[in-house]
């Protein structure tokens, strides 16, 4: 893919503008010497002329901000181009034969330090890049509860302790678990999840560098399994980065219009096309719910609602198509029904269902799947409160010219993706084997009904019928991006009946859905029945089969980073059933 080749020449021009040599360590870290860092020391004016340059906006800059951090692959566990070592295994009693000389280490570690494997550990290790070795312990993985993500955590405490210890070039070692078989390549992904650099510390040069370390060494057995390692971790991370930026950037970074420079800019060369819908009458006329939410944030130009439609068309005959409509609340004050009592505080993370939406099709231009069709549409809008803003008792009428009678104007969520999903639902009879979802950050009720961590996905009824749901979750625990499955009942029909001659649809009560009985099954009807898609259920002569994904739970902490929940699962469902 163009676009990526040319993030990564812009990266590497930025690399070696800083030292040189950060993307090639062995002209740095000579045989017996240590690489403490990805550049050498830039007098101030040297410094100043960088960050006047990169400040520049440019189609290089931009690319720059969307590089991966940089990964190699190695089967020489001496190589000397690393600075140290992060060991992730259960114990040194399990470490393969390959791996037996650093057995003699924690042995003799252990021997004075009974927390070996509860604790991350920092132990000197002559012979070794940088003479040292941190160990991660994955501790036990056998138990009825123990799932992958005992590998991401690991690593990500051990790179995290790495970093501490001051290594720029860590060379990351997890061999193959005989009941876990893609540990190494999650492991991979919990050591670059802590290496995220946020896009706006990378944007005001506020570090030396656009990435924490120079480079992330990862240790395969074999040629072969270290580059297919590297080319995965490669286009699920640039995926989860995408994801990141859009889904944890602030309110004012990530505004409707910003969110769509960015994704235009990210697929551009690619093989991916790209719409935006900007005008107003056009949503106006098309979107009726979501031009609702935008009618106050219309008044401030840099706050006015963005459409961003994205496609991808795989070689071959297609065989499936995937139409996703991602909620991109770029700030949620809660509207009229507004947030009180500081619990306002991290809305802008409202916008990571359509971030993951980004994110995915990210994966689909780096993996390029053939035979696979996927459409996306993200709904980007701030639900802002003013004069102009949109209130409870009002009666809209849905693409599907369906009248909703507005409840809460805080279930705005709802709104914005209800039109999208109706024309999917259009598009979905004349597409070959399509799936359609909605993937949200929708509601607290999924965070108290499953706790944090964890998606929920529920089907209708045929997508139930072709146990939808049931794979999603199976396909979440290959790279620990996890789900729970819940099913939307008639009691979550009769909820958003109109409860007068006047309205067709209540489109929420005036509670928190946490306070609300079946708070996270119900908004999932309320989207079929204002859509339309209740006219394609099981008993329809075109049945279309529909999920949706709460991530409220899974979308990540607050403060903290994104996950890129639920892209993983997704790209293992999708397009890495057969490699993983």
Not at 142 to 154: C, E, G, L, T
Not at 389 to 395: G, I, K, Q
Request: hydrophobic share 40%.
């Amino acid at each position: 893919m163009v676009v990526i080749k040319s993030q990564e020449k812009a990266a590497k021009a930025a690399r070696v503008q800083l030292d040189g040599s950060c993307d090639q360590p062995r002209r740095v870290a000579r045989k017996g010497s240590v690489a403490t860092g990805c550049q050498r020391s830039l007098s101030p004016r040297r410094l100043k002329r960088r960050r006047k340059t990169t400040t520049t906006t440019t189609a290089a800059a931009a690319a720059m901000c969307t590089s991966v951090q940089p990964v190699e692959w190695t089967t020489d566990l001496k190589n000397q181009n690393f600075d140290g070592i992060v060991l992730v295994t259960q114990s040194h009693d399990t470490l393969p034969s390959e791996l037996e000389c650093l057995k003699a280490p924690l042995e003799a570690y252990g021997s004075v330090d009974s927390s070996l494997g509860e604790e991350v550990v920092v132990l000197k290790v002559p012979g070794f890049p940088g003479n040292r070795l941190v160990f991660a312990s994955t501790g036990p993985v056998n138990r009825d509860y123990d799932d992958v993500r005992r590998f991401s955590d690991a690593a990500e405490k051990g790179i995290k302790r790495a970093l501490k210890a001051g290594m720029q070039r860590p060379l990351l070692v997890c061999p193959p678990h005989k009941d876990y078989k893609n540990g190494t390549l999650v492991a991979a992904l919990g050591a670059l999840h802590a290496l995220y650099m946020p896009l706006e510390v990378r944007e005001a040069n506020v570090k030396p560098t656009d990435y924490k370390v120079c480079v992330l060494g990862l240790w395969a057995a074999q040629e072969a399994q270290g580059k297919r390692l590297v080319e995965l971790t490669d286009a699920l991370e640039s995926g989860r980065l995408a994801c990141r930026d859009i889904g944890g950037s602030d309110p004012e970074r990530m505004a409707a219009p910003r969110v769509a420079d960015y994704v235009q800019d990210l697929f551009k060369d690619s093989p991916v096309q790209v719409e935006v819908v900007s005008n107003l009458k056009v949503l106006e006329k098309e979107y009726p719910c979501l031009a609702a939410v935008n009618r106050c944030a219309n008044s401030v130009p840099r706050h006015q609602a963005r459409v961003i439609k994205l496609q991808y068309c795989g070689e071959g005959p297609i065989q499936k198509t995937l139409m996703l409509v991602g909620k991109g609340i770029t700030y949620d004050t809660g509207g009229a029904d507004i947030k009180a009592g500081g619990v306002m505080a991290g809305m802008h993370r409202d916008k990571c269902g359509a971030a993951a939406v980004a994110g995915f099709f990210q994966i689909v231009a780096k993996l390029k799947p053939k035979h696979l069709k996927v459409v996306g549409s993200m709904a980007m809008v701030r639900n802002s409160v003013g004069a102009d803003c949109y209130v409870a008792d009002e009666l809209v009428v849905s693409r599907a010219g369906r009248r909703v009678r507005v409840g809460n104007t805080d279930a705005e969520g709802r709104m914005v993706m209800v039109d999208l999903l109706c024309e999917m639902k259009e598009k979905a009879v004349r597409e070959t084997s399509p799936q359609l979802f909605t993937i949200a950050t929708l509601t607290g009720h999924a965070i108290r009904a499953m706790g944090p961590n964890y998606s929920i996905i529920m089907d209708n009824g045929p997508a139930h019928r072709s146990g939808n749901a049931a794979q999603w979750q199976k396909a979440g625990e290959v790279l620990g991006d996890v789900f729970e499955v819940s099913s939307i009942r008639r009691e979550d029909y009769e909820f958003h009946k109109g409860k007068s001659e006047y309205e067709d649809i209540l489109q929420s009560n005036n509670l928190p859905s946490t306070a609300t009985p079946r708070g996270h099954q119900a908004p999932a009807a309320f989207l079929i029945m204002a859509s339309g898609l209740d006219k394609h259920g099981v008993d329809s002569n075109t049945p279309l089969p529909y999920s949706h994904i709460d991530i409220a739970g899974s979308s990540g902490p607050f403060p903290g980073v994104p996950t890129g929940a639920p892209i993983l699962a997704m790209a293992t469902n999708y397009i890495l059933s057969n490699v993983l």
